[in-house]
């Protein structure tokens, strides 16, 4: 005889990032000092840095059009000589003064930056050189699973052009959602979560 029957146990329902998911992953931006010096990934250059100098920047837009005030987006790349910082990475940087990973929460109107260097083109799947990009990972309150996509660059257009992923892309007119438009050193890419103008994502 079971004196304690066990009950079968339901699995978790699936559950959102909900609406606390900025504040955990920045919270000295948020206004919770003393838990961590600095919110990881809010740097990502040092004065030993090669190459130029730009800025990335942008809005997290829902499908009626309204900014997203909670979300995270992390930004991972190359650096100036198509190299990754990561020791087990192919072409790994021995001397990591970039660190190719950064971290930045929307604010309230949306917006984001990121200060960074223009990345190197780095070997595709076929082999052959990708353009220049970064790659982008967002999340946000009503997100199941972060979202993924790619920011490519509108002055590196003949590169664009042969690209592997873009090309992957059927519909001309949807990879311009992945171009970032350039005024000086800052390139400007608006995050579309959902709706006509909607941003592709990518299923890795």
Known sequence: ??????????????????????????????GITGVID?????TMLTPEAKGERITITGRVIDGSGAPVND???????????????????????SVPAFTG?????????GTFSF????P??????????????VSLWIVAR?????????LYFADEAEANAADFVLNKIMDPRRRDTLIAKRDGSTYT????????????????
């Not at 990754?84 to 072409?91: D, E, I, Q």
Request: aromatic share 8%; charged share 20%.
């Open 189 to 204: 890419l608006d995050i579309h979560l959902q709706g006509d103008k909607e941003t592709v994502f990518f299923d890795f």
């Open 101 to 109: 990973w950064g971290r930045q929460p929307t604010r309230p109107d």
């Open 1 to 30: 005889m079971r004196l304690h029957p066990v009950p079968v146990l339901k699995e978790t329902p699936s559950q959102t990032a909900g609406p606390y998911v900025h504040i955990g992953m920045t919270p000295n931006f948020c």
């Open 71 to 93: 979300a995270v987006l992390e930004l991972w790349q190359a650096d100036s000589t198509g190299s990754f910082v990561a020791p087990m990475a192919p072409k790994s940087n």
């Open 120 to 133: 190197g083109r780095v070997d595709g799947p076929d082999g052959k050189p990708q353009a220049p990009h």
């Open 142 to 150: 009503g997100i199941n699973i972060g979202l993924q996509t790619r």
């Open 38 to 42: 600095a919110d990881p990934g809010i």
């Open 115 to 118: 200060e960074t260097i223009k």
